[in-house]
């Protein structure tokens, strides 16, 4: 695994307006990054990420069928108790999931770490599944790149065959998406799934989460008084649990993607639900409760919010002393601690790699880094490709 510095292109500011890419700079940092790449061997790929991370998702659904059956479980992931009906039928059902991604630590030797799961509400997939893979073409076709270079992305093409299986159950019903205004990324991420369901020939429509309406039967409704049967929402699970609406929905009949039984696993309660049920398996780190005894047994650790998101409220200890801390809005729900295992390191730069599943099959890769050890929001996305 390599970084690999590389001019950027002259004109992708220019293409990027072109399709819709109104994101790449933040707060004017920049965030799509293709000053470098990384560079992985197909052997690192196929069987250092690609592999654990289907077996990885797999232990992640058995983490599911133990906690919706368990209501001190469900406590400890702190899921109101009016859901924990709807989200055990929501998991007897097997209410089907489009995507999500686990974020690893994996500098090209040695097993790949798990850092969690975000399974109910991941961005960056419109510079993983489209973005990038334009980045390689542009650069193998001005011969800066070797044209038998490859990227591990199928992102693009899984979504757009499992809307095509998922559309065969709701042959005649639209697809509503959603997001919250004033969002600039979640708004392009939501237009590019939108995107790949039009393609799988769905009939799509957007709302705004602040829109969406309430009718007299209790069922929700878009601005034009459309039912909502069927909805993609960029919206976390345990905020809609906490809403004025919470009690209408298992009432609603919304068939959700993300489902109501990801909201188990996109809660970092089961980084130490996974140990506990995979002790020692060379993907995890060993995680506890915050309040769990055997959390002592480590010396250096990392405190992280059972709600969590971008690295907010994230504290790194080493010898009991906390040597990292980034704040946030998240904690009152409870912690996690993870034993440490930092981010591998090229030069300067502490780099993550997401890992994307489409249902369950491990889908491409996205890659950020940091100066920072804790990755957030306006960490850098950079391209990758595979060499043999």
Avoid at 62 to 73: G, K, L, P
Avoid at 266 to 287: D, E, G, Q, T, V
Wanted: with cysteine.
């Amino acid at each position: 695994m390599l970084r690999v510095n590389t001019p950027p292109r002259p004109n992708w500011k220019t293409q990027a307006q072109e399709y819709g890419f109104n994101f790449h700079t933040l707060y004017g940092e920049a965030y799509w990054d293709e000053s470098a790449y990384y560079q992985f061997t197909l052997k690192q790929i196929e069987e250092n990420i690609e592999a654990p991370t289907e077996e990885l998702h797999q232990m992640c659904l058995e983490v599911v069928n133990h906690v919706v059956q368990d209501e001190n479980w469900l406590k400890r992931f702190h899921i109101p108790e009016m859901h924990w009906q709807g989200i055990l039928d929501s998991w007897r059902r097997r209410d089907p999931s489009l995507y999500s991604r686990l974020d690893l630590a994996y500098g090209g030797t040695g097993s790949a770490k798990l850092y969690e799961n975000n399974a109910d509400t991941p961005t960056s997939v419109f510079e993983t599944g489209f973005w990038q893979w334009l980045w390689l073409e542009d650069k193998v076709n001005k011969g800066i790149i070797r044209r038998d270079a490859d990227q591990f992305n199928l992102l693009q093409e899984l979504l757009v065959h499992r809307f095509r299986t998922l559309k065969e159950k709701s042959p005649h019903r639209p697809l509503h998406f959603a997001c919250c205004k004033n969002t600039l990324e979640d708004r392009g991420t939501v237009q590019y799934i939108e995107d790949c369901a039009k393609e799988a020939g769905i009939d799509c429509r957007f709302v705004y989460i602040e829109d969406i309406g309430l009718n007299t039967n209790g069922q929700f409704t878009d601005m034009n008084n459309t039912l909502i049967e069927w909805m993609f929402k960029l919206y976390p699970w345990e905020f809609m649990f906490e809403e004025e609406y919470a009690t209408h929905l298992n009432s609603a009949k919304v068939n959700w993607l993300e489902p109501m039984w990801k909201s188990i696993i996109s809660n970092k309660a089961l980084l130490p639900m996974l140990w506990k049920l995979f002790p020692n398996h060379p993907n995890l780190l060993a995680s506890y409760f915050a309040d769990d005894p055997a959390r002592k047994s480590l010396k250096e650790y990392v405190v992280k919010p059972l709600f969590s998101r971008e690295g907010a409220n994230i504290s790194i200890f080493k010898n009991g002393k906390e040597t990292l801390s980034i704040d946030g809005p998240y904690g009152e729900e409870g912690m996690i601690v993870q034993a440490y295992h930092p981010l591998p390191k090229f030069g300067d730069n502490y780099t993550l790699i997401g890992s994307w599943l489409v249902n369950d099959k491990a889908a491409g890769i996205s890659i950020r880094e940091d100066k920072s050890l804790i990755t957030q929001d306006m960490s850098r996305y950079l391209p990758h490709i595979i060499l043999a």
